[in-house]
């Protein structure tokens, strides 16, 4: 049997097997599958095919899906806008709106900034508790070694 | 595999669905109870993860209701929803594929997880038997990993065909796509199987 052929005679069986064969045509077929070795055993090899394919029984349905499902309509419904539920180019709509306004908020803040020494706007780390007490420390060493008042 | 064929006159959610369009949530609170347990089955088997699927699942619901107003009658309701969730699980796992790319392959992909790494849901099978237990639990995994090596069109066919028991006609109706498109992506999805099979035996 040439490849053509046997590509035909697969996709008759397989239509066979999953029963889309008219009952007259599948009868036929099953006379030639009884009387030709080749084809029953290409037939035989598609079956055991087709079986060997498992997947694990569907989850039964979650408790509490159907609720959940009508829930989320009826808040839709009545207006109440579900944005974990909402459409996906609402949601894409709404992160576009609000990078826009981010980006122009940020625009606008730079209006009326001091153009000039910007060293002058930069803010220091905050201290941590133990910076704080070696420098309170040192400045009082310093004020002590210059002859001035210890800091409190 | 087939399905008997409704039409979408015969369709007991097309008056639900009717109704849930002008906003009535007791309808819609039985469409839910209808096919939640489908949905989440297909949503788990396409994400083959069980907290992300109870997500998209209940996404899924809801885009259905915000969408009940633009439902034109072609077919079967539930393969209108089947739609909605293929594609919803779809965009999720692209989404999930670039934030993989992202951070580098880091994370984990379900279907490559350890035993540390499994699944949320994975229930006992066959049984006290640890042993048929553990056989179980590998088959699964063998069969996550090489239905995740499936380009996406073909595994969606090959989850609707095997593990929702879908017609191709159903199928094709779900995806969009013609019958014999359906029949060659589940040729071509059986074809990588085997092979993927043969490397590793």
């Known amino acids: 049997m040439d490849s053509a052929s046997e590509q035909q005679l697969t996709r008759l069986l397989m239509r066979l097997l999953h029963g889309e064969l008219p009952p007259e045509r599948a009868r036929e077929f099953e006379r030639r599958i009884a009387r030709d070795g080749e084809v029953a055993a290409l037939y035989q090899r598609l079956r055991e095919r087709w079986a060997a394919l498992e997947l694990p029984p569907a989850m039964p349905v979650p408790e509490g899906f159907r609720a959940a499902v009508v829930a989320a309509v009826r808040r839709e419904r009545d207006g109440e806008l579900s944005w974990s539920l909402a459409p996906t180019w609402a949601r894409a709509a709404a992160a576009v709106a609000l990078t826009l306004g981010l980006i122009l908020g940020a625009s606008f803040s730079r209006i009326g900034e001091p153009q000039g020494e910007p060293e002058a706007f930069l803010v220091s780390e905050p201290l941590t508790l133990a910076e704080s007490y070696w420098l309170t420390l040192e400045e009082g060493g310093n004020q002590l070694l210059e002859g001035g008042e210890e800091t409190q | 595999m087939a399905d008997r064929v409704q039409g979408p006159e015969d369709d007991p959610d097309r008056g ?174 059986m074809r990588r199987l085997t092979e993927a099979q043969e490397k590793t035996d």
């Open chain 2, 16 to 189: 639900i669905l009717e109704r849930v369009a002008q906003g009535d949530v007791e309808s819609f609170a039985v469409l839910v109870a209808r096919h939640e347990q489908r949905l989440l089955a297909l949503c788990q088997r396409m994400l083959q993860d069980a907290e992300e699927a109870r997500d998209a699942a209940q996404e899924v619901l809801l885009k259905a209701f915000r969408k009940a107003g633009s439902y034109r009658p072609k077919g079967q309701v539930y393969t209108w929803l089947y739609r909605i969730a293929v594609n919803h699980c779809l965009n999720r796992l692209r989404r999930r594929k670039i934030v993989r790319f992202v951070s580098f392959g880091e994370l984990d992909r379900p279907g490559e997880a350890g035993e540390e790494n499994a699944p949320a849901y994975e229930p006992s099978a066959e049984g006290p038997d640890p042993e048929a237990q553990l056989a179980s639990r590998r088959r699964w995994r063998r069969t996550r990993e090489l239905i995740d090596q499936l380009p996406p069109g073909q595994r969606n066919v090959l989850i609707l065909a095997k593990f929702e028991g879908l017609s191709y006609r159903r199928i094709a109706e779900v995806m969009g796509i013609t019958e014999s498109a359906v029949e060659s992506r589940l040729f071509r999805a």
